[in-house]
């Protein structure tokens, strides 16, 4: 029997999630949404359909009787990566998409979202349950995407001479404070996601780690801090960095964090969201590779922690902040016994365990309610345009 009466928690999220894409989206002109300005990204006109293929493709097409796709060329056009599910536009080639438009690609929301409304506020309980599943993991997908949305343009402003701001309003200037440490006493703890919630499958089944006693920092490293690492000529010695590092140093030509300018001088800037700034000295440094997150770390005298160690101080009350996503150095594999989700989303995790680095917290790019203590990120070791950064640990 359909259900009746008020709409369920799942149908308001829905709209909720689906409606801050947009309000993302809202700042950017047709021309700014179009644009790829590198092969790791994607136009926001790209994401906002392939959320869309998402839900077309993976909960309407099988739960909801009778239902017809937009446009049958979608399929071709907005699929990520999944092999089950057919072949694909190339991801480098997706800022060629000029057509369909941004308004077209508008109505296609629209119109996949009115067919999930009836969906969510009409199928029988047991359709329902079985399309639960892969509705919540589509809405937790579309969360992602619109952390990348931001990444992503940010990099696409960074290229254009005019230094655009996507957000006129700056935000406050952090609150500077000493570094401070945290000793934990190690032994065997367990790691991984045990409920209640969602969680994707990369994060369990939780199992045992053993530990040796450690030492973290209560915050990460802030661009004040890093500056100095800077000035003292870190980019130019190969005493501190790992091998793959030193060598991306001298081919892409580093000498500081991406988007950042003047590092060497007495007034640096940095490009942000808000455009470009004065550099926020008490704020954590950010746009950094594992490579110059590691290379730091080693001119520190210290150690960046492994997923377990980051894991536990947050079961402890260590907290994130939310403004920078912590390199660990920690490979990112699969938890022992793991097994992936489902039908065609068995693709979204697994696939990609290998020659990736996990990273543990959040961002000021994050969704409100995407943050949590097992969440594993993960993004090559050379990675500099997410919101990305370190925390200091040491051997106790």
Same mark, same amino acid.
């Given at each position: 029997?359909?259900?009746?009466? =008020? %709409? ?9 999630? !689906? ?34 293929? /998402? ?9 909801? $009787?009778?239902?017809? $796709? /937009?446009?049958? !060329? ?10 089950? *599910?057919?072949?694909?536009? $190339? ?7 000029? !057509? ?65 701001a996507y957000r006129a309003e700056a935000p406050m200037p952090a ?5 401070? +440490?945290? =000793? &934990?006493?190690?032994?065997?703890? =367990? ?6 919630? &969602? ?8 199992? #045992?780690v053993l530990l040796r006693p450690f030492r973290l920092a209560d ?47 007495? #007034?640096?800037?940095?490009? =942000?969201?808000?455009?470009?700034? $004065? *550099? ?22 210290? %150690? ?20 920078? +996503?912590? +390199? ?23 696939? &990609? ?11 000021? #790019? ?12 993960? /993004?090559?070791?050379?990675? %500099? +345009?997410? &919101?990305?950064?370190?925390?200091? #640990?040491?051997?106790?």
């Open positions: 029997m359909p259900r009746t009466g =008020t %709409r369920s928690p799942l149908a308001l999220g829905f709209d909720a999630v !689906r409606a801050h894409s947009l309000a993302l989206a809202e700042p950017l002109s047709a021309e700014d949404q179009c644009v790829q300005s590198m092969p790791d990204a994607s136009p926001i006109k790209w994401h906002l359909a392939h959320t869309t293929w /998402f839900f077309e493709t993976l909960v309407l097409t099988p739960f909801l $009787p009778g239902y017809r $796709p /937009f446009d049958e !060329r979608f399929a071709f056009l907005f699929n990520s990566y999944y092999e089950a *599910l057919g072949p694909r536009h $190339p991801r480098p080639a997706r800022g060629l998409l000029t !057509r369909p438009s941004a308004d077209e690609v508008r109505a296609y929301r629209d119109a996949v979202d009115t067919a999930m409304r009836r969906l969510l506020d009409s199928a029988d309980t047991d359709t329902l349950a079985r399309a639960e599943p892969t509705i919540t993991l589509g809405l937790h997908h579309e969360q992602q995407h619109q952390e990348l949305m931001l990444t992503d343009v940010l990099h696409l402003l960074s290229q254009n001479p005019l230094r655009p609150v500077p404070s000493a570094m401070d +440490w945290r =000793t &934990f006493d190690g032994g065997t703890v =367990t790691i991984g996601h045990r409920g209640p919630g &969602f969680a994707f499958d990369n994060e369990g089944p939780p199992h #045992a915050r990460p490293v802030s661009n004040g801090e890093y500056l100095e690492f800077v000035r003292a000529g870190g980019y130019r010695d190969p005493q501190w960095w790992l091998s793959d590092g030193w060598a991306q140093v001298q081919a892409q030509g580093w000498e500081a964090p991406l988007h950042w300018a003047d590092g060497n001088t007495g #007034a640096p800037t940095a490009f =942000t969201l808000h455009g470009q700034v $004065p *550099l926020d000295l008490a704020a954590p440094a950010t746009h950094l590779s594992l490579y110059e997150a590691a290379a730091y770390a080693a001119w520190a005298g210290a %150690r960046l922690p492994t997923e377990f160690e980051w894991e536990t101080a947050a079961a402890a009350g260590l907290r994130a902040t939310g403004q920078v +996503w912590e +390199w660990t150095r920690s490979a990112y594999d699969p938890y022992p016994g793991f097994k992936p989700f489902d039908g065609a989303a068995a693709e979204y995790n697994g696939k &990609f365990m290998m020659g990736q680095v996990v990273l543990r917290g959040g961002s000021i #790019a994050t969704p409100p309610g995407h943050i949590r203590p097992t969440y594993r990120n993960f /993004f090559p070791p050379s990675a %500099r +345009w997410q &919101f990305s950064g370190l925390r200091l #640990a040491h051997d106790a």
